[in-house]
C-alpha cells in the first residue's frame, strides 16, 4: 500500500460533488473527527453556494483540490453518472477516495474502479454505511464461528421510505435501476459480506401499471440468490411507510439456530440449540430503541431528499477509513465489492426481464 499518511499528521478532507443527500452526513462526519479538516467543495451545481455556506467550508474547483498537497482524500459525492470518472481523476491525482454508493452506473463503471485501484495503488472505499452497525458486526461473528450450524436458508428484506422512491435521484438516466438499485444494493452488500458471491440469480422486478406513481421505477422485488449449499431470498418495497430502516431484516436460517438482524434501530435476536457454543434459547440485543431519526429535513442544499440527521453509522465509517488512510491498512469497502454488487443487481434486472429465468454469475 503505497497511500499511510502516519497518525500523527493532520488529515485533510475535500468534497467532489455535493448532490448526494449523505454527503453532509459525511462532512459533518470528517468535521467532528479529531486532527482532520475539510478543505472545501467542488460541485457545478447551482446548490454547492448553499452548501458551503452551510458546512462552513470554501468553494474551490475541482484542479485546486486535486492539486492541493494538504488534501489527502476526497470524498465523491456527485449523480452516479460522475462517480467513476472522478474518482478515478481523484487516485490518478495521489488521494484516497471514499465514494458514495454504488460508486458508478453499473459494472461498466465499477471495474474501471478495481482497475484504478490497482493501477495507481490508493485507497478506495465505498460508502455502504449500514455495515457500521454492532448488530451487522454480531452476525458476522456468529456466522464465522460457524454457531448457527450449517445455515441453509436466509431471507432478506429491505425497502425505500419517505416516498424516494418518487424523486430524480432514484431516476437517474442510465442508472440500471430505481429504488431497488440506489437503496436495496445496501442489502446486497451485507449478504456478500456475510454469505459471498452467489452462482445465480432468479428476480422478478416488478412495476404495477395504475397502483403507485407511474414515473417512480420498481414497486417491489422479489429475488433468489443461489449458492451450492444455500438459498437466500431477497424481497424489496419501494414504498416502505416506515421513517428508518425498522423493517430492514437479515434471517439466517441454521440446523442449530436461527438469527435476525437489523440495522436501525441496531438489533438482534438469536436462537441457539445450545449445542454451537452458545446458550440455549433465545438471546435479544439492542442498541438503542429510538435513535435520532435516519433522515431528518429536506434542506436548501438537499431540496429533493432529506439530509441525514443520525451522526453514528457515518462516524464508525469515517473512522474505518480514516484507519485504513493513516494505516495503510485495506479498504474496509473495496472496489471489488462495489463491483461484485453491481453484477449481482444487474443479473437480477436481466433474470427479470426474462421472466424470472435464472441468471450465471
Known amino acids: 500500500m503505497t497511500y499511510a499518511i502516519g497518525n500523527d499528521a493532520p488529515l485533510g478532507i475535500a468534497c467532489l460533488g455535493i448532490t448526494h443527500p449523505h454527503t453532509s452526513g459525511r462532512v459533518k462526519a470528517f468535521q467532528r473527527m479529531p486532527n482532520a479538516k475539510v478543505l472545501g467543495a467542488f460541485d457545478n451545481s447551482p446548490l454547492l453556494d448553499p452548501f458551503v455556506d452551510a458546512m462552513g467550508i470554501a468553494k474551490r474547483t475541482k484542479e485546486e483540490i486535486l492539486s492541493d498537497p494538504d488534501v489527502h482524500a476526497v470524498l465523491i459525492h456527485p449523480k452516479s453518472y460522475l462517480m467513476a470518472d472522478w474518482a478515478i481523476e481523484a487516485m490518478e491525482a495521489g488521494k484516497a477516495v471514499l465514494c458514495e454508493k454504488p460508486a458508478g452506473r453499473g459494472s461498466v463503471d465499477t471495474v474501471r474502479l478495481v482497475e484504478a485501484v490497482e493501477r495507481t495503488g490508493r485507497l478506495f472505499q465505498v460508502g455502504y454505511c449500514w455495515r457500521y452497525a454492532p448488530s451487522v458486526d454480531r452476525m458476522q461473528e456468529v456466522l464465522k464461528a460457524g454457531q448457527l450450524g450449517k445455515v441453509l436458508q436466509v431471507r432478506a428484506h429491505a425497502g425505500c421510505s419517505h416516498h424516494e422512491a418518487d424523486t430524480d435521484h432514484m431516476r437517474q438516466p442510465g442508472d440500471i435501476g430505481g429504488a431497488f438499485y440506489v ?108 435513535p435520532e431519526i435516519w433522515a431528518v429535513r429536506k434542506t436548501v442544499y438537499s431540496p429533493e431528499i432529506a439530509e441525514i440527521g443520525n451522526p453514528v453509522y457515518f462516524d464508525r465509517e469515517a473512522n474505518a477509513f480514516a484507519h485504513s488512510l493513516r494505516m495503510g491498512a485495506p479498504s474496509n469497502v473495496p472496489a471489488s465489492q462495489a463491483h461484485n454488487i453491481n453484477r449481482i443487481l444487474e443479473a437480477l434486472f436481466q433474470s427479470s426481464s426474462q421472466n424470472g429465468a435464472e441468471a450465471q454469475l
Request: proline share 7%; glycine share 8%; net charge negative.
Open 183 to 290: 437503496i436495496g444494493c445496501h442489502t446486497m452488500d451485507r449478504l456478500l459480506l456475510h454469505f459471498g458471491m452467489p452462482t445465480s440469480v432468479n428476480a422478478r422486478i416488478t412495476k404495477f401499471d395504475g397502483v403507485m406513481t407511474p414515473n417512480a421505477r420498481e414497486d417491489a422485488v422479489g429475488a433468489i440468490l443461489n449458492y451450492p449449499d444455500k438459498i437466500i431470498t431477497v424481497d424489496f418495497m419501494s414504498w416502505d411507510p416506515l421513517p428508518w430502516t425498522e423493517s430492514w431484516d437479515i434471517t439466517a436460517y441454521g440446523t442449530e439456530g436461527v438469527m435476525h438482524s437489523r440495522p436501525l434501530p441496531a438489533s438482534y435476536k438469536l436462537y441457539s440449540t445450545g449445542k454451537a457454543g452458545l446458550p440455549e434459547g433465545w438471546t435479544e440485543w439492542n442498541e438503542t430503541s429510538f
